[in-house]
């Protein structure tokens, strides 16, 4: 979390940036543009991968200096940024990162503490501004809740379901959604003024998703986020920043009335720009048919300089679609794989109960529950890739299988010597020609995998699963970072794919177009549900309505046989009936006195 205080802009004004230009190497990521954020705007930040989102956010920050301009803030603004590349520091616990969140307060008590052990030695002016010190302090302490700052951690820890984890749970030990979890818990915890959210919907699953929103609905501040999910982005912004070819456009409203105006905007653009190219081929015919000659040289050099002084327009680039198509390994055998008793976990720490499954070629599969419950551990001990606690896995003949890992740390290699170590026998042109076919730039192909914004590293990693022939796919997150265009593409080559898929996300989308079958991972057992993503999600509804009446029956039964105690006790004691008598006229009495009270003062 980085925290700014700087320039004072104006009153309304948070942040200010102005002529900013940017890039890396040759490759120009703004060219002069200004942004601004205001009181109470909830902004959206969207574009394509490689547009220069995270750059952005890691410019006005202050991470990264920019080449040109200027990046000013209001005075004591206290921003919080969740960076979707933040790390969290072996051997701390979640409690230990939770209460990083007051060091500041932390610091402030030690500071206390040392003003109270000099006050033994001091004069009496000194003891007089020490006492002064010291009580500014202890309202600083008083007023930000220091002496109750356990329970504040136990109550946004319940929220996002890290209690249940353990608060001593080592950081080292969670899961992609688990670290996501506790680094924004740290972030609300911190109160600041200003939240910059870089895809924190990343990992997360659907109940904090929705806490999420409602958080950032009804939140009074300013924020930017940038996410991929466009109907949570449309849900809780109210302006649109859209970066393409180094350019930065504020637009009024939500995603939905982005998209509006863009297309709006974008259909002008290219009425003007074929009116515009007619008429300058018009006059440059003129110039060459009449130039030569002494009776309309005059008209042709006349039109001449209204060709000069004509403000060409140019059309944005297109950006290149991706295509995914995943190469088909000849047919895999009947059975998929076949659990027997199969218990997984990590360090011969179980999270399951014996499962027992069993998979044929062809299907579909999504594999659901909340983050950490052992998705991913689900995925490599049916793989082979750890060891089961116990039972087995037994995978079928045949099989050909492309794994998509959900997170890998990019080494120091180019896009193309990437793809070059797994295809070796790939000429140039191949390796560049698979890289351009996932919607990589010239410029992002030559640029090392690690400088590329997570979007681009992930259409690197697909251009190598792509390229294998398969005939089963285990995919772990793999819309994660991906823009709009991307997952609609991979959505329609899951789609077309005849091989067997297995498939962890949090896309509900995805999961509906691609899944015909549900295995569920909750506490202690795995559920399969066999009609879809769809109908999976209208039986999981049903059970929730189910218990929650179950519970407000039971508390209406508890509430009846109250009452019931209540008149057996009435009827055994006349004083008592005649003392709450009393009680309830006295009440009436009150009630009714505050009542004119309140007139009067009004």
Same mark, same amino acid.
């Given at each position: 979390?980085?925290?700014?205080?700087?320039?004072?802009?104006?009153?309304?004004?948070?942040?200010?940036?102005?002529?900013?230009?940017?890039?890396?190497?040759?490759?120009?990521?703004?060219?002069?543009?200004?942004?601004?954020?205001?009181?109470?705007?909830?902004?959206?930040?969207?574009?394509?991968?490689?547009?220069?989102?995270?750059?952005?956010?890691?410019?006005?920050?202050?991470? $990264?200096?920019?080449?040109?301009?200027?990046?000013?803030?209001?005075?004591?603004?206290?921003?919080?940024?969740?960076? &979707?590349?933040?790390?969290?520091?072996?051997?701390?616990?979640?409690?230990?990162?939770?209460?990083?969140?007051?060091?500041?307060?932390?610091? $402030?008590?030690?500071?206390?503490?040392?003003?109270?052990?000099?006050?033994?030695?001091?004069?009496?002016?000194?003891?007089?501004?020490?006492?002064?010190?010291?009580?500014?302090? &202890?309202?600083?302490?008083?007023?930000?809740?220091?002496?109750?700052?356990?329970?504040?951690?136990?109550?946004?820890?319940?929220?996002?379901?890290?209690?249940?984890?353990?608060?001593?749970?080592?950081?080292?030990?969670?899961?992609?959604? &688990?670290?996501?979890?506790?680094?924004?818990?740290?972030?609300?915890?911190?109160?600041?003024?200003?939240?910059?959210?870089?895809?924190?919907?990343?990992?997360?699953?659907?109940?904090?998703?929705?806490?999420?929103?409602?958080?950032?609905?009804?939140?009074?501040?300013?924020?930017?986020?940038?996410?991929?999910?466009?109907?949570?982005? !449309?849900?809780?912004?109210?302006?649109?920043?859209?970066?393409?070819?180094?350019?930065?456009?504020?637009?009024?409203?939500?995603?939905?009335?982005?998209?509006?105006?863009?297309?709006?905007?974008?259909?002008?653009?290219?009425?003007?720009?074929?009116?515009?190219?007619?008429?300058?081929?018009?006059?440059?015919?003129?110039?060459?048919?009449?130039?030569?000659?002494?009776?309309?040289?005059?008209?042709?050099?006349?039109?001449?300089?209204?060709?000069?002084?004509?403000?060409?327009?140019?059309?944005?680039?297109?950006?290149?679609?991706?295509?995914?198509?995943?190469?088909?390994?000849?047919?895999?055998?009947?059975?998929?794989?076949?659990?027997?008793?199969?218990?997984?976990?990590?360090?011969?720490?179980?999270?399951?109960?014996?499962?027992?499954?069993?998979?044929?070629?062809?299907?579909?599969?999504?594999?659901?529950?909340?983050?950490?419950?052992?998705?991913?551990?689900?995925?490599?001990?049916?793989?082979?890739?750890?060891?089961?606690?116990?039972?087995?896995?037994?995978?079928?003949?045949?099989?050909?299988?492309?794994?998509?890992?959900?997170?890998?740390?990019?080494?120091?290699?180019?896009?193309?010597?990437?793809?070059?170590?797994?295809?070796?026998?790939?000429?140039?042109?191949?390796?560049?020609?698979?890289?351009?076919?996932?919607?990589?730039?010239?410029?992002?192909?030559?640029?090392? %995998?690690? %400088?590329?914004?997570?979007?681009?590293?992930?259409?690197?990693?697909?251009?190598?699963?792509?390229? %294998?022939?398969?005939?089963?796919?285990?995919?772990?997150?793999?819309?994660?970072?991906?823009?709009?265009?991307?997952?609609?593409?991979?959505?329609?080559?899951?789609?077309?794919?005849?091989?067997?898929?297995?498939?962890?996300?949090?896309?509900?989308?995805?999961?509906?177009?691609?899944?015909?079958?549900?295995?569920?991972?909750?506490?202690?057992?795995?559920?399969?549900?066999?009609?879809?993503?769809?109908?999976?999600?209208?039986?999981?509804?049903?059970?929730?309505?189910?218990? &929650?009446?179950?519970?407000?029956?039971?508390?209406?039964? !508890?509430?009846?046989?109250?009452?019931?105690?209540?008149?057996?006790?009435?009827?055994?004691?006349?004083?008592?009936?005649?003392?709450?008598?009393?009680?309830?006229?006295?009440?009436?009495? $009150?009630?009714?006195?505050?009542?004119?009270?309140?007139?009067?003062?009004?």
């Amino acid at each position: 979390i980085y925290y700014i205080n700087i320039f004072k802009k104006e009153d309304d004004m948070i942040l200010n940036v102005e002529n900013l230009s940017h890039g890396f190497g040759d490759r120009a990521i703004f060219n002069n543009v200004s942004f601004r954020l205001l009181k109470g705007e909830h902004i959206g930040l969207i574009g394509a991968n490689g547009e220069g989102k995270s750059t952005f956010m890691n410019i006005v920050t202050g991470k $990264l200096m920019p080449d040109e301009g200027k990046v000013e803030w209001a005075k004591n603004v206290k921003a919080g940024y969740l960076d &979707q590349h933040s790390v969290l520091t072996p051997g701390m616990t979640i409690g230990d990162v939770l209460r990083q969140a007051f060091s500041y307060l932390f610091e $402030l008590e030690e500071k206390m503490t040392g003003i109270f052990e000099k006050m033994a030695e001091a004069t009496p002016e000194e003891m007089e501004e020490m006492m002064e010190e010291s009580g500014t302090i &202890q309202d600083i302490l008083t007023n930000h809740d220091f002496y109750i700052i356990d329970a504040k951690i136990e109550e946004i820890a319940r929220a996002f379901g890290l209690l249940e984890l353990g608060l001593d749970k080592d950081v080292t030990e969670l899961s992609g959604g &688990q670290r996501t979890k506790v680094l924004l818990a740290k972030l609300l915890l911190e109160k600041p003024d200003i939240l910059l959210l870089d895809e924190p919907t990343n990992y997360l699953d659907a109940n904090h998703i929705e806490w999420l929103r409602r958080y950032l609905q009804d939140y009074d501040n300013a924020f930017i986020l940038i996410s991929h999910d466009m109907e949570f982005l !449309n849900s809780v912004v109210n302006l649109i920043y859209h970066m393409e070819n180094q350019e930065i456009n504020r637009y009024v409203g939500n995603y939905e009335k982005f998209k509006e105006v863009y297309e709006v905007k974008k259909s002008q653009l290219e009425a003007a720009y074929r009116r515009q190219q007619q008429e300058m081929n018009e006059l440059k015919d003129f110039v060459a048919r009449n130039k030569a000659r002494v009776a309309t040289r005059n008209m042709a050099m006349s039109r001449q300089k209204k060709l000069d002084k004509m403000e060409v327009i140019e059309l944005a680039k297109e950006k290149p679609k991706p295509e995914f198509c995943f190469k088909e390994a000849r047919a895999a055998g009947k059975v998929i794989f076949e659990t027997d008793d199969l218990v997984i976990g990590y360090n011969k720490k179980p999270l399951s109960k014996p499962i027992n499954l069993r998979m044929e070629r062809g299907e579909k599969i999504a594999v659901t529950g909340t983050n950490g419950i052992g998705k991913t551990t689900f995925l490599k001990s049916v793989l082979g890739l750890i060891p089961a606690v116990s039972g087995k896995a037994v995978l079928g003949d045949y099989l050909y299988k492309g794994y998509f890992e959900q997170e890998i740390k990019p080494g120091n290699n180019t896009c193309i010597e990437e793809i070059w170590e797994t295809f070796p026998s790939y000429t140039q042109y191949e390796v560049r020609s698979a890289l351009a076919k996932c919607g990589l730039t010239t410029e992002h192909i030559e640029s090392k %995998v690690r %400088v590329l914004s997570g979007g681009e590293q992930a259409k690197v990693r697909l251009c190598k699963l792509i390229n %294998v022939e398969t005939n089963i796919l285990l995919l772990d997150e793999p819309t994660n970072h991906l823009d709009i265009d991307a997952k609609e593409v991979l959505e329609q080559a899951l789609s077309d794919y005849e091989g067997t898929v297995i498939l962890v996300s949090h896309d509900r989308y995805l999961l509906s177009k691609i899944c015909g079958r549900i295995f569920e991972i909750t506490p202690g057992k795995l559920e399969e549900f066999n009609d879809g993503f769809e109908q999976y999600l209208t039986q999981k509804r049903a059970r929730a309505e189910a218990a &929650q009446a179950e519970i407000a029956a039971a508390k209406q039964e !508890n509430l009846r046989r109250e009452n019931e105690e209540k008149k057996a006790v009435s009827y055994r004691s006349k004083e008592q009936r005649a003392r709450d008598a009393k009680r309830r006229a006295r009440i009436k009495e $009150l009630e009714k006195l505050i009542g004119e009270l309140e007139t009067q003062m009004a």
